[in-house]
């Protein structure tokens, strides 16, 4: 996973509420286990018509939106059934923050494990970033200082000590088990030398 640090994007925004998963990425296309590749279906039934044709006027196929690296949103960002395909579409279209005052839990957590800060914030800055986005002006976001700066403004943002870490340091579940491969192997010499039979028997 990469490590993420400072980000600096033109936002694109979606003042929906309540976009659940099938929406970010419908059930069709859950048939892979690869984590690329889903970009292009993302929001597809916003993105696209009944005839697969690009919708011109939807935000994500507009310049210079389609190359956003923030995506702001509605309240209830993520609810529905918990897919992990809905992060990966995301990253893979190039989305590596969501910006909402508030996410489903399922996906908020998901989001940490595949690369992307989901940043829970106040409506009121959620709307005056929005403007950024209209006038299609940069905001930065730095995760180690917490903080999103648009104009000569500043927005802090918490943010659990764990899942700052992670990201930072581009750590995903297997990185982590990865960090304790010292102590796995330790456990199993141990229980080879005291029950051999457990490790015997397959």
Known sequence: MEKFNNLKSIPSYLSLQNIDTDMIIPKQFLKT???????????????????????????????????????????????????????????????????????????????????????????????????????????EISLDKQEIKYGNKVAKFELDDFKKKCLMEGLDDIALSLEKISIIDDFEKKLKNTKPWVLNNG
């Not at 590749?37 to 009944?50: A, I, N, Q, T």
């Open 33 to 139: 286990i690869k984590r690329t590749g889903l970009g292009k279906s993302l929001f597809y039934e916003m993105r696209y018509d009944e005839n697969g044709n690009i919708i011109a006027d939807f935000i994500l196929n507009k310049e210079p939106y389609n190359k956003s690296k923030i995506l702001l949103a509605g309240k209830n960002f993520g609810c529905g059934s918990s897919r992990e395909h809905a992060p990966w579409a995301l990253s893979d279209f190039g989305i590596k923050c969501v910006i909402s005052a508030s996410f489903a839990d399922i996906f908020y957590n998901n989001c940490f494990k595949n690369g992307i800060l989901p940043i829970k914030i106040d409506d009121k800055i959620v709307a005056e970033l929005a403007e950024y986005s209209e006038r299609k002006e940069q905001i």
